[in-house]
C-alpha cells in the first residue's frame, strides 16, 4: 500500500470532522487545523517520491546545532564557561530548528516545479499563497489565548480543503486520482466539499443535493419498519451526540448523480 493511500485515509478522516459538526460548528477550527497539516505532509510526500534522498532536515542549522553542542561539550570538560551564544543555540527549541519550516518545504515545492514543470509554476504559487496565509491563522489558533473562543467560518474551511484536493491532484497527478477513487468515503466527500463551494455563487445547488440524498435507498434492520426506506439517515443532535450525516448507500451511483452538479 502507498504512502499516498495512507494519507487518503487520513485527509477521509480530517473531512469526516468538518461533516460531523457542520451544522453545529463545534469542530470546524480542528478541521481546518487538521486540513493545513495535510498540505505540509503532501508537500513532504511529493517531495520524497521526486528525490528519495530529499530530507526536511535543515542542513545549515543541524552543522550549526552540531557545532555548538561540541564547543559546549569541550567547554564543560575543561572546565571553561561555555559561550553564551552555543548555550542559546541550544536551548532554543532543543535544536528544532534543526528541521525546514513550512515556507521552506513549500519553498523546496516551488523550486521542483521552476526546474521540472515550469509551466506549472504560477498555479502552484497560487495554491501556496493561500496556505501560507492559512498557517498564519493555524498559528494564531495555537498560539494566542485570545483566540480560544474564536473559530473560522464555514466557508473558510470549504475552500481550505477544495485547495487541498486541487493541490493534491496538481502533485501527484493521475496518482491522485487513482488513490482518491480508491477511498469510497472520501470520493464522495471531496464531491460534496465541491458542491458546497460551488453553492456560494448558487444556492440552488443545495436542494439539487438534498433531492439526490432523499432519493438515496436507505439500509434498515428488518425489523425497523418506521425508518423510511430512501433518505440519507441524519441522527439528531442531542447533548451527546454529534450531528453526522451518514451516506449509508448510493456508493458510485450516489458520487456519478452529485457529479452531475459539478458542470
Known sequence: ??????????????VEIFYSSKTTGQFIKSA??????????????????????WSDT???EMKKFEDAKTRVDTAIKSSA????????????????????????????????????????????????????????????????????????????????FCDLL??????????????????RTLGTLAILLRL???SYGNPSIISKVNEILESCPRYRLADKKSIPKKGIQISKYPDDLHLILSVIGGGQELRDKLSVLLH
Open 58 to 60: 535543515d542542513e545549515t
Open 1 to 14: 500500500m502507498s504512502q499516498l493511500t495512507y494519507l487518503m485515509r487520513e485527509i477521509g478522516a480530517g
Open 196 to 198: 458546497d463551494l460551488k
Open 81 to 160: 564557561v561555555p559561550i553564551t551564544d552555543d548555550l542559546k543555540k541550544l536551548v532554543k527549541g532543543a535544536g528544532r530548528d534543526r528541521f525546514k519550516n513550512y515556507h521552506r518545504v513549500l519553498q523546496d515545492v516551488h523550486d521542483v516545479f521552476n526546474n521540472k514543470r515550469s509551466t506549472e509554476v504560477s498555479i502552484v504559487d497560487n495554491l501556496h499563497s493561500r496556505m501560507k496565509a492559512r498557517r498564519e491563522l493555524r498559528n494564531d489558533f495555537f498560539h494566542s489565548a485570545k483566540l480560544l473562543r474564536l473559530s473560522i467560518a464555514q466557508s473558510d474551511c470549504i475552500e481550505a
Open 32 to 53: 481546518f487545523v487538521l486540513c493545513d497539516n495535510y498540505t505540509e505532509l503532501l508537500s513532504k510526500l511529493f517531495l520524497i517520491e521526486d528525490d528519495p534522498t
Open 166 to 183: 486541487d493541490y493534491g491532484e496538481l502533485l501527484f497527478q493521475s496518482k491522485w486520482q487513482d488513490a482518491l477513487s480508491a477511498e
